[in-house]
C-alpha cells in the first residue's frame, strides 16, 4: 500500500510538470484557466507520446524513466517562479476546505481498494501484461503481431505501463495508470459536488459511482478500456458543467482528445470535440485545419508509426488502409479475421464470428439485448433518447446552448459509432453514462430555486454512493488479501500479479524457432491452446506453425511464409 501512494504521487508529479510546462510555453495568456486536474491530463497525454516516439529505439524501462524525471526536474528547475506559487497554492486550496479534504481521503481510499487487488481484467493476463513486457524488453518489435495478433492491437496504455509500472525497482508490477487516473477522476468529480453542489453535484456523483460499478475490475489492471473512457468522461463533462470552457482551454480539448485515438479507437468521435475547440479559438475553419493537423501529427504520428512496425498497417485492423509492404506485414486475411472477431464478440461472446456477423440484426440484436444488464438497458435508452430529452429541454426553455448540443452532438455521434463497430459496453461506456444522466442537466433552474433542500440530499446521496462503493472495493479487497494470510505482510508492497499464474498452475508447451544464423530461440504457448499467457516470456496464446524470426534476436521481429 505504502509503495502504492509513493508511485501515485511520483507519477502525478511528473504529469503535472509536463502539463503545465507545456501550458505556460503555449497557452500563456488562458493559463489562469487551467487546473491542476487539466494539467495532470495534458501532461499525461504528452507524456505517453513521448513513451511513444522512445519505444521506436529504445525499450522502455528504468532509463525512460529517468529521461522523464531529469526533463520534469529540468522544467521545474527552469520554471521555478511559476511551479513554486502553484504547488502552494494547490496545497492551500486542499487544505483549507476540510469536507473536500475529508472526500479526498474517502476517494483514495476507495480507489486503494480496488487498485491494489490482483488484476480482474481476463485480457491482462491473455496479451496486455505481455505487451508491456516487449515494451520493457525489446520496445517496438517489427511483426510482433504475426506472434500474437493482439500484440498489434497498439495502445498507448502499455507504454504508460512500461514506463509506470516500477517493476524495475520493485520486482514485480505496481499497476499505476488506470488506477491513479481513475482516482484523479474521481477527486475532480468530487470537488463538483462540494463547490457546484445543486444539479451538477449529483449529476457528478451518480457518474462516479455507476462509472466504477462499470470498470471495478478495470482499476488494479493494465487494460485498454478505462483510460480512454476517464478522458472521454472529463472532456465531456468538463464542457457540459462550464459551456465556455472550449475557448478558455483550448489546447486541453485538442490534447486530450488526439491522444485518446492512441488509447482505443472506439473513442474516435471525440476528435471532433478538440475540431470544434479550435475552430472557436480562430473562427476559420481551414487556419483551425491546420492548426489542428500539426498538433494531430505531434500527437498520433509516433502511435502510427509503431503500427507500421508491429504490423504492418497505419491504423489496425484496418485492412483497407494498407500503403506499405514490409516483409513483416500481417496478412490480410489475419487482419480481417480480427476485426470480425471483435465485431462479433462484442455482439455475442463465445460464438464463431462468421456465425454471429451472418446473423440479420433483429437476431443478433435480440441476443445481445437479452444478455445486458438491466441496469445497462436503462442506460441505453436513456442514452438512446437524448436528442429527443433535449428537444424537450429547448421547446420548454425556448434557448438553445450551444456548448452542450455540441457536446451531446458528439456523444451521440460516440453512441453510434460503439453501436455500429463493436457493441461491447465496457469499450464505451462514458459516452453512454453521459448521454443516459443528461435529463438531469435540464433540472437545473428547478433545482436552484429549492438549492438547500437539494443540497441536503447531495450531501445524503454522496456519502450513500460512497458507502456502496467501499463496501463493493472492500469486498473485492478481501479477495486477496484475507485469502492471502496476514494483511500486514502487504502494508509496504500489494500482492505480485505473477503469482496468479501459480494458483491456476498454466501449462506450457515449448516451441523452437531458429534465427538467421543458427541459433535456437524457445518460445512458449499455453495448453490447452488460445488462452491466457499470463505473464510468461516469449508467450503467445497460439504459435502459428509459418511463424519465422526476422534475423538474430527477438528484438528483429517476425514474419511468416
Keep these: 500500500m505504502y509503495v502504492s501512494l509513493i508511485c501515485f504521487l511520483f ?13 505556460l510555453k503555449f497557452g500563456q ?6 487546473n491542476g486536474f487539466d494539467f495532470f491530463f495534458i501532461g499525461l497525454c504528452l507524456t505517453g507520446t513521448l513513451l511513444n516516439t522512445w519505444s521506436l529505439f529504445l525499450p522502455v524501462d528504468l532509463f525512460s524513466l529517468i529521461f522523464l524525471s531529469l526533463g520534469a526536474a529540468f522544467l521545474v528547475y527552469f520554471n521555478k517562479a511559476d511551479f513554486i506559487p502553484f504547488f502552494s497554492s494547490l496545497r492551500k486550496q486542499i487544505l483549507d476546505n476540510k469536507i473536500f479534504l475529508f472526500l479526498s481521503f474517502i476517494a483514495i481510499l476507495i480507489t486503494l481498494l480496488y487498485g491494489l487487488v490482483t488484476p480482474r481484467n481476463y485480457d491482462s493476463y491473455l496479451y496486455h501484461i505481455n505487451a508491456i513486457q516487449w515494451n ?15 500484440f498489434g492491437l497498439n495502445s498507448s496504455v502499455f507504454v504508460l505501463s512500461a514506463a509506470f509500472s516500477y517493476n524495475f525497482l ?3 508490477y505496481i499497476f499505476t495508470i488506470s488506477s491513479l487516473c481513475y482516482l484523479v477522476l474521481f477527486i475532480w468529480l468530487l470537488k463538483q459536488i462540494v463547490f457546484k453542489k445543486g444539479i451538477i453535484g449529483f449529476f457528478s456523483i451518480l457518474f462516479i459511482y455507476f462509472f466504477t460499478a462499470q470498470y471495478a475490475n478495470d482499476i488494479s489492471s493494465p487494460g485498454t478500456d478505462l483510460l480512454p473512457n476517464i478522458i472521454v468522461g472529463y472532456v465531456l463533462l468538463s464542457i457540459l458543467f462550464d459551456g465556455e470552457i472550449l475557448t478558455k482551454k483550448t489546447h486541453l480539448f485538442i490534447i486530450l482528445s488526439l491522444f485518446c485515438i492512441t488509447l482505443k479507437l472506439s473513442s474516435f468521435p471525440i476528435i471532433l470535440i478538440g475540431l470544434w475547440a479550435v475552430y472557436l479559438r480562430n473562427k476559420k475553419f481551414f487556419k483551425a485545419l491546420f492548426q489542428f493537423s500539426g498538433f494531430g501529427c505531434l500527437l498520433i504520428l509516433p502511435w502510427m508509426t509503431k503500427n507500421v512496425m508491429l504490423t504492418g498497417y497505419i491504423i489496425y485492423p484496418m485492412a483497407e488502409v494498407d500503403l506499405f509492404n514490409f516483409d513483416w506485414e500481417v496478412s490480410k486475411n489475419s487482419v480481417l479475421d480480427i476485426k470480425r472477431w471483435i465485431t462479433s464478440w462484442a455482439r455475442i461472446p463465445m460464438k464463431n464470428h462468421d456465425e454471429v456477423l451472418a446473423m440479420p440484426f433483429k437476431e443478433w440484436f435480440s441476443v445481445w439485448w437479452n444478455a445486458s444488464l438491466n441496469i445497462n438497458k436503462i442506460f441505453y435508452l436513456l442514452a438512446a433518447a437524448a436528442p429527443l430529452s433535449y428537444a424537450s429541454y429547448y421547446l420548454l426553455n425556448k434557448k438553445v446552448e450551444k456548448s452542450i448540443l455540441t457536446t451531446i452532438l458528439v456523444a451521440y455521434l460516440g453512441l ?62 478481501c479477495e486477496d488479501y484475507f485469502s492471502a494470510g496476514n494483511f500486514s505482510e502487504y502494508a509496504y508492497l500489494p500482492l505480485d500479479a505473477s503469482e496468479i499464474k501459480d494458483k491456476r498452475n498454466i501449462k506450457f508447451n515449448s516451441v523452437v524457432l531458429l534465427t538467421k544464423d543458427g541459433r535456437k530461440i524457445e518460445l512458449f504457448e499455453p495448453n490447452p491452446n488460445h488462452a491466457q499467457c499470463f505473464d510468461k516470456f516469449p508467450c503467445s496464446w497460439y504459435i502459428d506453425q509459418s511463424l519465422k524470426l526476422r534475423g538474430e534476436d527477438l528484438k528483429d521481429g517476425f514474419c511468416t511464409e
Design 11 to 23: 507519477t502525478t508529479l511528473i504529469f503535472v510538470v509536463y502539463g503545465k510546462s507545456f501550458v
Design 416 to 477: 453510434t459509432f460503439w453501436f455500429v463497430t463493436a457493441p461491447d459496453v465496457r469499450f464505451s461506456f462514458a459516452f453512454v453514462l453521459f448521454l443516459a444522466l443528461l435529463p438531469l442537466l435540464f433540472f437545473k433552474s428547478l433545482v436552484d430555486k429549492v438549492a438547500e433542500k437539494i443540497n441536503l440530499l447531495l450531501i445524503i446521496s454522496t456519502v450513500y454512493c460512497l458507502f456502496l462503493m467501499g463496501k463493493n472495493g472492500y469486498k473485492l479487497f
Design 170 to 172: 520493485y520486482n514485480q
Design 136 to 150: 520493457e524488453m525489446y520496445g517496438t518489435v517489427p511483426g510482433l503481431a504475426n506472434f500474437h495478433d493482439r
Design 29 to 34: 495568456h488562458d493559463i489562469s484557466n487551467y
